[in-house]
């Protein structure tokens, strides 16, 4: 059923393929032979891709949706914007209303100091939830003297992600996994030490 669902609604470009390749073989044996038969069949084909793709356009899927998440996050990360950001944070946030505030406050002082670059992220879907890695490349943020050691540079966050009662896909939990594994909080006092000391 996974197969299934992933073909005809989160990558129906294999399958129109296919069904393509079906009417165009159907049609070129219909103009041979006329055979109302392979008439059929074009025209079952080339509907079946067309169904496929409004279908696939139709139907927004969990996956999708987490990626729309991760899209805004980036958007805000690039665009130094706390508020967007922690917008896309869970208040079910780890397992108290603290955790859920410290969290905001690492992203508060993050960007205030850093942007980011992120790579493709891996996104793995699970009963309910989904588990995103990606990979951040750190730098500066204007204005900011923020100074990371080149092993802070590039960073690996795991994260969870799960529907909230609006139906968003938004952050759980978080942490680092490379170059050390690392809570929010460690991270922050990680960026609290590559600060200039005033």
């Given amino acids: 059923m996974d197969i299934l669902r992933?073909?005809?609604?989160?990558?129906?470009?294999?399958?129109?393929?296919?069904?393509?390749?079906?009417?165009?073989?159907?049609?070129?044996?219909?103009?041979?032979t006329g055979s109302p038969r392979s008439l059929a069949a074009v025209v079952a084909s080339g509907g079946a891709a067309v169904l496929l793709v409004i279908i696939s356009w139709?139907?927004?899927?969990?996956?999708?949706?987490?990626?729309?998440?991760?899209?805004?996050?980036?958007?805000?990360?690039?665009?130094?914007?706390a508020d967007a950001f922690i917008e896309r944070i869970s208040p079910e946030y780890g397992d108290s209303a603290s955790a859920?505030?410290?969290?905001?406050?690492?992203?508060?002082?993050?960007?205030a100091h850093l942007?980011?670059?992120?790579?493709?992220?891996?996104v793995r879907m699970g009963e309910g939830q989904a588990t995103v890695t990606q990979v951040y490349r750190l730098r500066p943020a204007p204005g900011s003297r923020v100074a990371l050691p080149p092993p802070?540079?590039?960073?690996?966050?795991?994260?969870?992600?799960?529907?909230?009662?609006?139906?968003?896909?938004r952050l759980r939990t978080a942490v680092a996994l490379k170059p050390e594994r690392m809570t929010p909080e460690e991270a922050s006092r990680q960026l609290h030490r590559a600060l200039p000391r005033p």
């Fill in 115 to 122: 942007r980011a670059d992120t790579e493709t992220p891996v």
């Fill in 6 to 32: 992933h073909l005809v609604l989160e990558n129906p470009l294999t399958l129109c393929i296919v069904l393509g390749l079906i009417a165009v073989a159907a049609g070129l044996f219909w103009s041979r």
């Fill in 152 to 169: 802070y540079q590039r960073v690996t966050w795991e994260g969870t992600f799960a529907p909230d009662g609006d139906g968003e896909w």
């Fill in 58 to 81: 139709a139907v927004e899927t969990d996956q999708e949706r987490v990626f729309r998440s991760l899209r805004r996050m980036t958007d805000a990360a690039d665009d130094g914007n």
């Fill in 100 to 111: 859920r505030e410290s969290v905001e406050a690492v992203v508060r002082l993050g960007l």
